[in-house]
């Protein structure tokens, strides 16, 4: 089980982490609880209905890896593309940045609730909704990161260059925990296939 999910009954998944991983894991999460941004909660004694039908942003975000969060919906193409484009992000962005909050802080509150043994190792169990979670939240990790790294698809195959990363590059943390997360990633995945 060390560094992989494996299945468990019921529809989750178990995966034994020791404290650094733990500590990397909780800190991108709160890294991108930190991008992505508050919620907007409702006002002391505004109506909470109104804020779900409150109309979110119409234009793409700046930061690159936001951009890659919450993508155009139909492209940048001509000006009618665009119109479409922002009228949907206008209705959707603000609960998919809710999804993704949320995604990330169950990774956090998961994280939270382990208590390690006396070598720091610990086993975290998700259930099955935990998993939907963590699955959304570590593929938003590795898009940010590979945004972050500038990584493309010819990056990441086995000759890619990510793999012959030398040491001494500063890159190479932020591309260790990259590959990591897709390893986690891939092994979840392969728990909740049936």
Not at 110 to 118: V, Y
Not at 156 to 178: C, I, N, Q, T
């Amino acid at each position: 089980m060390a560094g992989h999910f494996e299945a468990t009954p019921g529809g989750g998944a178990a995966v034994a982490l020791d404290e650094v991983e733990i500590a990397i894991l909780r800190s991108l999460a709160v890294q991108l609880l930190e991008l992505i941004g508050p919620g907007d909660e409702p006002a002391a004694g505004e109506d909470p209905l109104a804020a779900l039908f409150a109309e979110g942003p119409s234009e793409p975000p700046t930061d690159p890896a936001l951009a890659r969060l919450f993508p155009e919906a139909y492209g940048d193409g001509d000006d009618e593309l665009r119109a479409a484009s922002s009228e949907f992000r206008r209705f959707t962005e603000n609960d998919l940045r809710t999804r993704k909050r949320e995604d990330a802080l169950v990774v956090v509150r998961t994280l939270d609730a382990l208590t390690p043994a006396g070598d720091g190792a610990a086993v975290l169990t998700l259930t099955a909704d935990e998993c939907r979670n963590w699955l959304g939240s570590l593929n938003d990790l590795r898009l940010t990161i590979g945004t972050r790294l500038e990584v493309s698809d010819e990056d990441e195959g086995e000759e890619g260059s990510l793999y012959r990363l030398p040491d001494s590059d500063p890159r190479k943390p932020m591309v260790m925990a990259y590959l990591w997360l897709g390893a986690l990633q891939e092994t979840l995945v392969e728990t909740l296939m049936p």
